[in-house]
């Protein structure tokens, strides 16, 4: 099971820190991410972490801006948002998958079997 906190209601330019906790064994957990959910828009990947690889993924709006982090001892994943955009309002989901067989595919919903209920990001 995942949980997500610490989506809020920022201002352009601010930042925020998204915390996902895992609970269960968590050992088969190959790679870890975050998605969004814009308005009007479709689901997409923000950024991913392949453990077998021990390599970050974003996408290009994240770049310089989030950094994907997982402190394993607390089994939490976080995502740094820095200079907050209104484009980067939405809902937030942690994800975890068990096989991750193609890092080509970070990004992709299929890659990731278990995902948490979202925290909402606003930024205005």
């Known amino acids: 099971q995942l949980v997500e906190s610490g989506g809020d209601s920022v201002q352009a330019g601010g930042s925020l820190r998204l915390s996902c906790v895992a609970s269960?064994?968590?050992?088969?957990?190959?790679?870890v991410g975050w998605f969004r959910r814009r308005p009007g828009k479709e689901r997409e990947g923000v950024a991913s972490?392949?453990?077998?690889?021990?390599?970050?993924f974003y996408a290009d709006s994240a770049k310089g801006r989030f950094t994907i982090f997982q402190h394993n001892a607390d089994k939490t994943l976080y995502l740094t948002m820095r200079n907050l955009k209104p484009e980067d309002t939405g809902m937030y989901y942690c994800?975890?998958?068990?096989?991750?067989?193609?890092?080509?595919?970070?990004?992709?919903?299929?890659?990731?079997?278990?995902w948490g209920p979202g925290t909402q990001v606003t930024v205005s």
């Open positions: 269960g064994n968590t050992d088969s957990t190959v790679c």
């Open positions: 994800v975890a998958g068990t096989v991750c067989s193609d890092s080509d595919k970070w990004n992709s919903s299929l890659e990731f079997s278990y």
């Open positions: 972490f392949y453990k077998n690889i021990n390599r970050p």
